[in-house]
């Protein structure tokens, strides 16, 4: 009934409902219900929900409680129930997903034309996939909410999870599991297929889940959302999660348990089928810190969204997202040899000789020397802070050997800013700075590439292999002299400014109105609803016999 009345208006602030439940809050009994193993079970997303619409009404102004008290709530059960009713949601659609897919037949080149031309027209198949993506916005806000407003929370999407929902059985054997869930909730190293040999501990997931961890189970969410960006239901929920991200990347205790190597997961993460590739799946990928499954999917994101509707927008937050997470790296610093390092170069290169080559179609739609210089930056500050994180000197050596041989790109890029930055027009003072970025870059290509031929020539050599260039650029390092870049580690930390709580507005009326026209009124059971309002809270010792 409470998601009924909260819905009933797509603007919530003229929603007098919302109002009433301000001045009379329940959000303790919502926690409660969250608590509670069977009231979980049957009313834990809408317990989310209205939590989540209630924490978004009138943000700014007057303190709002909901919105205060999530902020405050440090229950690690009521968090990690949260947590697992955000994850059965997504899990449900990731799931959805995988079986889709597999009941495709095998691709050919008739299949391949015939989806091409199929895609020219709106189809029922597109209108009900674009269903699908605003049904799971409501989850995603409400682990917006909780992730921005709630650092708890945040440490929490990242831990492993024991399962809060034991199947479904007696009453005695619900009791029993709820006491074990007290007691038990709390223990972080429970893994997806771990051994339990306690029979009074709490049962795991299905072992044929990917894994039990929030954090892991959105990133595989991701990659399946941000495949198709062109549809505007789409591309929101793309954004939304990529603001989940940021707020993550941010967060100390977070990153400290992404990187962890002793908290690994698998992460099956979905990528797009493009010319030169198939669709392909990480069927079995490997057990991995979470923080290389959050870069692959930046670089998948990279990979395969260089096409004439750039969505630039979510480019700059997913340049964001790397950099908070290499600053993180660099100040702890931390080595982890699994990390993508080698991709995420070349993702990075192949984004810059993108902006290069359109940059007379991009430059009337948005700042592209802005977008070039993050991820220009991002590379700098890899040459200059590199030897801190990465994994072992051959890896500074391979960055060194990727920036040689790429380097007409960078000298492209330095031409294309000196062009814009000579004239008189808006993106000016951008494509200075951006020039300034590329002077490290530069410098290695204009230093080695001469050491390189010489040694060719030397050599009689037309071809030289990738060991080779490296022997000449090991015994050059010495003259090789650098500019040293000012905050290449510093970033403007994530808030609702004007434009994001815009954005997030349109986000949550998009919520109300679908959530108003999928719930069904009728399906309440308003008799049993009554009948439990009205029964005590807590047990009543026995009557004494007159």
Same mark, same amino acid.
């Given at each position: 009934?409470? #998601?009924?009345?909260?819905?009933?208006?797509?603007?919530?602030?003229?929603?007098?409902?919302?109002?009433?439940?301000?001045?009379?809050?329940?959000?303790?009994?919502?926690?409660?219900?969250? /608590?509670?193993?069977?009231?979980?079970?049957?009313?834990?997303?809408?317990?989310?929900?209205?939590?989540?619409?209630?924490?978004?009404?009138?943000?700014?102004?007057?303190?709002?409680?909901?919105?205060?008290?999530?902020?405050?709530?440090?229950?690690?059960?009521?968090?990690?129930?949260?947590?697992?009713?955000?994850?059965?949601?997504?899990?449900?659609?990731?799931?959805? *997903?995988?079986?889709?897919?597999?009941?495709?037949?095998?691709?050919?080149?008739?299949?391949?034309?015939?989806?091409?031309?199929?895609?020219?027209?709106?189809?029922?198949?597109?209108?009900?996939?674009?269903?699908?993506?605003?049904?799971?916005?409501?989850?995603?806000?409400?682990? *917006?909410?909780?992730?921005?407003?709630?650092?708890?929370?945040?440490?929490?999407?990242?831990?492993?999870?024991?399962?809060?929902?034991?199947?479904?059985?007696?009453?005695?054997?619900?009791?029993?599991?709820?006491?074990?869930?007290?007691?038990?909730?709390?223990?972080?190293?429970? @893994?997806?297929?771990?051994?339990?040999?306690?029979?009074?501990?709490?049962?795991?997931?299905?072992?044929?889940?990917?894994?039990?961890?929030?954090?892991?189970?959105?990133?595989? *969410? /991701?990659?399946?959302?941000?495949?198709?960006?062109?549809?505007?239901?789409?591309?929101?929920?793309?954004? &939304?999660?990529?603001?989940?991200?940021?707020?993550?990347?941010?967060?100390?205790?977070?990153?400290?348990?992404?990187?962890?190597?002793?908290?690994?997961?698998?992460?099956?993460?979905?990528?797009?089928?493009?010319?030169?590739?198939?669709?392909?799946?990480?069927? @079995?990928?490997?057990?991995?810190?979470?923080?290389?499954?959050?870069?692959?999917?930046?670089?998948?994101?990279?990979?395969?969204?260089?096409?004439?509707?750039?969505?630039?927008?979510?480019?700059?937050?997913?340049?964001?997202?790397?950099?908070?997470?290499?600053?993180?790296?660099?100040?702890?610093?931390?080595?982890?040899?699994?990390?993508?390092?080698?991709?995420?170069? !070349?993702?990075?290169?192949?984004?810059?000789?993108?902006?290069?080559?359109?940059?007379?179609?991009?430059?009337?739609?948005?700042?592209?020397?802005?977008?070039?210089?993050?991820? #220009?930056?991002? &590379?700098?500050?890899?040459?200059?802070?590199?030897?801190?994180?990465?994994?072992?000197?051959?890896?500074?050596?391979?960055?060194?050997?990727?920036?040689?041989?790429?380097?007409?790109?960078?000298?492209?890029?330095?031409?294309?800013?000196?062009?814009?930055?000579?004239?008189?027009?808006?993106?000016?003072?951008?494509?200075?700075?951006?020039?300034?970025?590329?002077?490290?870059?530069?410098?290695?290509?204009?230093?080695?590439?001469?050491?390189?031929?010489?040694?060719?020539?030397?050599?009689?050599?037309?071809?030289?292999?990738?060991?080779?260039?490296?022997? #000449?650029?090991?015994?050059?390092?010495?003259?090789?002299?650098?500019?040293?870049?000012?905050?290449?580690?510093?970033?403007?930390? *994530?808030?609702?400014?004007?434009?994001?709580?815009?954005?997030?507005?349109?986000?949550?009326?998009?919520?109300?109105?679908?959530?108003?026209?999928?719930?069904?009124?009728?399906?309440?059971?308003?008799?049993?609803?009554?009948?439990?309002? @009205? !029964?005590? @809270?807590?047990?009543?010792?026995?009557?004494?016999?007159?």
């Amino acid at each position: 009934m409470m #998601v009924l009345a909260c819905t009933g208006n797509d603007n919530i602030v003229q929603n007098p409902f919302y109002e009433y439940f301000t001045q009379h809050s329940v959000f303790e009994s919502l926690v409660h219900i969250l /608590c509670q193993t069977q009231g979980r079970l049957e009313l834990g997303q809408d317990a989310v929900v209205v939590v989540t619409l209630m924490a978004c009404y009138r943000k700014s102004g007057s303190a709002n409680p909901y919105m205060v008290k999530l902020s405050m709530l440090d229950d690690e059960l009521a968090l990690t129930a949260y947590a697992q009713v955000v994850m059965a949601s997504l899990g449900e659609f990731n799931e959805r *997903y995988v079986q889709s897919r597999q009941a495709e037949p095998q691709s050919s080149w008739l299949s391949s034309l015939t989806s091409m031309v199929g895609s020219m027209f709106v189809s029922d198949e597109a209108e009900i996939r674009i269903g699908q993506v605003k049904a799971n916005d409501a989850g995603l806000l409400a682990l *917006y909410q909780a992730v921005h407003l709630n650092r708890h929370f945040v440490g929490i999407i990242a831990q492993s999870l024991a399962d809060v929902n034991p199947p479904t059985t007696t009453v005695e054997q619900n009791e029993t599991a709820e006491e074990a869930n007290q007691s038990d909730i709390t223990n972080s190293n429970n @893994t997806a297929g771990g051994d339990k040999t306690n029979v009074t501990s709490p049962p795991t997931l299905d072992v044929a889940m990917p894994t039990s961890n929030l954090m892991a189970t959105y990133l595989e *969410y /991701c990659s399946i959302i941000m495949q198709d960006t062109r549809s505007e239901a789409a591309f929101h929920s793309t954004k &939304l999660c990529f603001l989940i991200l940021t707020c993550v990347s941010e967060d100390e205790y977070a990153n400290s348990l992404m990187h962890d190597p002793g908290l690994t997961f698998r992460v099956p993460l979905h990528r797009l089928p493009m010319r030169h590739r198939k669709s392909l799946t990480d069927k @079995t990928p490997p057990f991995r810190p979470l923080v290389c499954g959050l870069l692959d999917l930046i670089i998948e994101f990279i990979l395969s969204h260089l096409m004439k509707k750039f969505p630039h927008e979510l480019y700059e937050l997913a340049l964001g997202v790397v950099l908070r997470v290499l600053c993180h790296q660099k100040r702890c610093r931390l080595r982890l040899s699994l990390c993508p390092w080698k991709e995420l170069w !070349a993702a990075l290169i192949a984004l810059l000789k993108f902006l290069h080559s359109s940059d007379s179609a991009l430059i009337r739609k948005f700042d592209l020397f802005a977008l070039a210089t993050q991820a #220009v930056n991002i &590379l700098n500050l890899f040459v200059t802070f590199g030897d801190t994180f990465l994994p072992s000197p051959q890896s500074y050596d391979d960055l060194y050997y990727e920036i040689i041989r790429m380097h007409h790109v960078f000298d492209n890029l330095h031409a294309m800013a000196l062009r814009y930055s000579t004239g008189e027009n808006e993106f000016r003072e951008s494509a200075v700075r951006l020039s300034a970025a590329l002077i490290n870059v530069r410098a290695i290509g204009q230093h080695f590439k001469p050491k390189v031929e010489m040694w060719m020539e030397s050599q009689k050599l037309s071809t030289p292999t990738q060991d080779q260039i490296l022997e #000449v650029v090991r015994s050059h390092y010495d003259s090789l002299t650098l500019k040293l870049h000012e905050s290449l580690d510093a970033y403007e930390r *994530y808030a609702e400014r004007p434009p994001v709580a815009a954005f997030l507005s349109s986000i949550l009326r998009s919520v109300v109105s679908v959530i108003r026209s999928t719930t069904d009124p009728s399906s309440i059971d308003a008799h049993r609803l009554l009948l439990e309002s @009205t !029964a005590p @809270t807590t047990p009543t010792s026995p009557s004494v016999p007159n």
